[in-house]
Nanobody, 116 residues
Framework: QVQLVESGGGLVQPGGSLRLSCLAS????????MSWYRQSPGKEREFVAS????????NYADSVKGRFTISRDNTKNTVYLQMNSLKPEDTAVYYC?????????WGQGTQVTVSS
């Protein structure tokens, strides 16, 4: 079955960096684009970034453009989110998402807290 497992979250000071990873299994990873979303308390889940199946095209939410970078390694079935210049408003649970034949799959999420 499809599994998405995020890791790499934690507590970081404003201006710091983190790299999130999402390990995928149960499907042919290189055939599908992947996305990162996030959800803060009391807010709806929102789009952060997406990457094409070959990694040659990516898109970002305006709020993270220039600070976050999405990438993937199809030999490791893993998608990454490099987050730099983190701000307190980036605090959220970050989720990896795959869309496979119109079905949505989510990971369990990883908490990112940006605080001094």
């Amino acid at each position: 079955q499809v599994q998405l497992v995020e890791s790499g979250g934690g507590l970081v000071q404003p201006g710091g960096s983190l790299r999130l990873s999402c390990l995928a299994s149960g499907f042919t990873f290189r055939y599908y684009g992947m996305s990162w979303y996030r959800q803060s308390p009391g807010k709806e889940r929102e789009f952060v970034a997406s990457i094409s199946r070959l990694g040659d095209t990516s898109n970002y939410a305006d709020s993270v453009k220039g600070r976050f970078t999405i990438s993937r390694d199809n030999t490791k079935n893993t998608v990454y989110l490099q987050m730099n210049s983190l701000k307190p408003e980036d605090t959220a649970v970050y989720y990896c998402r795959a869309v496979i034949t119109l079905d949505l799959y989510w990971g369990q999420g990883t908490q990112v807290t940006v605080s001094s």
